[in-house]
Nanobody, 124 residues
């Protein structure tokens, strides 16, 4: 069984920074990409960022471009999300995910494994 475990969430003031991390454990697997999603109360799960191991590229939703940076280690199936200049609208539960089926996955259905989520709260 594969487990993804997120860490690094918390409470921060607007304009502050947080760094999320995600590590895989359990059964060994090879991912094509890893990414981050977020879900605010009453809203659908939203794509935030992804890193494609195959292409070596990163992808972001428009609202976080220039503020968030995704990075990771393909061999270890770990991924990080550096979040700067945080805004109250960034408040959500953040989930990391790994895809074994799509090279550039940007929707939830394109991911194979999911973490349990970590809360990020940005106060104004």
């Amino acid at each position: 069984q594969v487990q993804l475990v997120e860490s690094g969430g918390g409470l921060v003031q607007a304009g502050g920074s947080l760094r999320l991390s995600c590590a895989a454990s359990g059964r060994t697997f090879s991912s094509l990409a890893m990414g981050w999603f977020r879900q605010a109360p009453g809203k659908e799960r939203e794509f935030v960022a992804a890193i494609s191991w195959s292409y070596g590229n990163t992808y972001y939703t428009d609202s976080v471009k220039g503020r968030f940076t995704i990075s990771g280690d393909n061999a270890k199936n770990t991924v990080h999300l550096q979040m700067n200049s945080l805004k109250p609208e960034d408040t959500a539960v953040y989930y990391c995910a790994a895809s074994t089926i799509v090279v550039v996955p940007t929707t939830p259905g394109q991911y194979t494994y999911w973490g349990q989520g970590t809360q990020v709260t940005v106060s104004s």
